[in-house]
């Protein structure tokens, strides 16, 4: 449903800092495949995102999302049709808005809608259902502003708020890692909840190894613009930690001394 095609990323090309952050990607992704994307520092994880999410261009390559070449169509046509949540809770919603509003926006915006007679008692139930599937309380708040909110309310909520109407594709950048562990292992939970339930094909990105393995039925690894490491099924259910700093020793030819990766004990 997704692939890219030899998708190659340059900033600042043809100057000193001219610095090659994808290399000849490709990639084939497939209906319902919830891939969560780990990598060293620096290793074009976050920009392989954005490359997908129309934010910067491509210097080569074609990405194609449902057999249609998406390369040259503009960030705010895909999101349409690619939801995103971002490491920081304040992006992703109107913060001096209410959760009503929000939600009201996102169901208009996404589905092309209009809200001729206003928030009707349906909808606003419909609302209500989607929040409580939250397990924060966040039902009871429609009327709250969202800058009110905690970090993780707002990670739920602009969750919510991105698969309302279910996206083609779902982008999660570090969704979890500005938020301490209980509640990253609450907003984990929802997303894999969401995400299964509806189907939604995924890519996640996660700076936790134990997390990157747990979670979706796919993981790649990216080192220095390039994807390492891509294993999914029964390979991937049976893996480990240790097993993966291994596998990615002999893929990138060093030793595993990355201390942003953790290896899931803090979170
Ligand atoms: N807009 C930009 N302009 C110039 N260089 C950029 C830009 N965005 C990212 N880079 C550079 O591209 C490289 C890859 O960055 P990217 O954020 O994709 O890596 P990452 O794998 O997500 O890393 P991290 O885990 O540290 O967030 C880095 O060297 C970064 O400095």
Do not use: E, Y
């Given at each position: 449903m997704l692939e890219l095609k030899g998708v190659t990323k340059i900033f600042n090309a043809g100057t000193v800092n001219e610095n090659v952050v994808l290399r000849d990607i490709n990639l084939k992704v497939d209906e319902g495949d919830f891939i969560s994307i780990i990598g060293s520092n620096g290793a074009g994880k976050s920009t392989l995102l954005n490359v997908i999410a129309g934010v910067y261009p491509v210097d080569r390559g074609t990405i194609l999302l449902d057999g249609r070449d998406i390369t040259r169509v503009p960030e705010h046509e895909r999101a349409r049709f690619i939801g995103r949540v971002f490491q920081d809770p304040m992006k992703g919603t109107a913060p001096s808005m209410t959760i009503e509003e929000n939600l009201a926006i996102a169901y208009c915006r996404n589905a092309r809608r209009t809200l001729k007679w206003g928030l009707n008692n349906k909808l606003r139930e419909e609302f209500r259902q989607k929040l409580a599937e939250t397990g924060l309380g966040l039902e009871n708040r429609l009327n709250y502003k969202v800058k009110l909110l905690s970090g993780g309310q707002r990670q739920a909520l602009t969750l919510i708020i991105a698969t309302m109407v279910k996206p083609k594709l779902l982008l999660l950048d570090e969704?979890?890692?500005?938020?301490?562990p209980s509640t990253a292992r609450l907003i984990n939970n929802l997303t894999e909840k969401v995400v299964l339930q509806k189907g939604i094909t995924t890519l996640m990105i996660t700076h936790n190894m134990e997390h990157a393995i747990k979670m979706g039925n796919r993981l790649i690894m990216m080192d220095k613009g390039q994807i390492i490491l891509d294993i999914k099924g029964s390979d991937k259910t049976s893996l480990t930690v240790n097993e993966l700093v291994g596998m990615f020793e002999q893929a990138a030819q060093r030793k595993f001394d990355e201390d942003r990766i953790m290896l899931g004990a803090r979170s």
């Open positions: 969704h979890t890692a500005a938020l301490d």
